[in-house]
């Protein structure tokens, strides 16, 4: 998968708060996706005392969400820890994964914001207008915003307002879980970032997408060894 950034990762803070106000225009907030065949998971931890970026992107079937691509980069962090500007310290990372991997997902579940975003340009829009992918902002802590109190059956979802704007849904994806925040990233509406997230998750409080990145990003997990395999076998097909 062949990337085009087109900006520089040597940023200020002032600057990088700038570029997201800039880059925010180019957001599309509506369904621009077509036939969803693979989706993939994005997630990033830090190694070295934080010093060292660890990206994973795990692409699964969406029919089976059987895992049957990863790629894994790792990139020395540039950027400082700052609240609301993610993305910076990630996506160089993300981006390297991306590039090594042979087929080009159809769809991205970050584990991160959306519009849900002071700016209303987390990690996943900026990954999103970067790519051109559509992409889902699924996190695991609400960053901004207030809800109506949520039911606990799988599926409850409450809309997740912030200045009079839904921003994102805060949703039950299993009973007696905490909720995730999801919100939309790019070329997704916010309907179907739901239905997405919800088709993604089984038995797990997080969608199989962000479960396998996670567990690889973080050195929780081994790359597994069916690597490719599954999306060759599915490409022989086409």
């Not at 900006?7 to 106000?21: K, N, R």
């Not at 997405?196 to 990003?217: D, F, G, N, Q, S």
């Not at 081994?222 to 490409?235: F, I, L, M, S, T």
Request: glycine share 10%; aromatic share 6%; proline share 5%.
């Amino acid at each position: 998968m062949r990337l085009d950034t087109d900006h520089g990762w040597d940023l200020s803070t002032a600057q990088a708060i700038a570029l997201q106000q800039r880059l925010r225009s180019d957001v599309i907030t509506r369904d621009v996706l077509g036939r969803v065949r693979y989706v993939a998971g994005v997630d990033a931890g830090f190694e070295a005392g934080n010093t060292l970026c660890r990206a994973a992107v795990v692409v699964l079937d969406i029919e089976t969400l059987r895992p049957c691509a990863v790629a894994v980069a790792r990139r020395p962090v540039t950027f400082p820890y700052v609240p609301g500007l993610l993305s910076f310290r990630e996506i160089p990372a993300v981006l390297d994964a991306l590039s090594q991997l042979e087929i080009t997902p159809d769809l991205l579940l970050c584990d991160g914001q959306g519009i849900a975003h002071p700016r209303r340009f987390g990690i996943a829009c900026h990954l999103g207008v970067l790519t051109g992918l559509p992409s889902i902002g699924v996190a695991k802590k609400r960053l901004i915003g207030t809800h109506e109190p949520l039911g606990n059956h799988r599926g409850d979802r409450q809309a997740l307002m912030d200045k009079g704007e839904c921003i994102g849904a805060v949703l039950r994806t299993r009973a007696g879980v905490k909720p995730l925040y999801v919100s939309i990233g790019h070329k997704v509406g916010l309907e179907t970032a739901i239905d997405y997230v919800m088709r993604c998750t089984t038995r797990y409080r997080l969608p199989e997408t962000t479960r396998w990145a996670h567990k690889i990003a973080s050195g929780k997990g081994d790359v597994p060894a069916w690597r490719g395999h599954d999306c060759k076998e599915h490409n022989s097909r086409e």
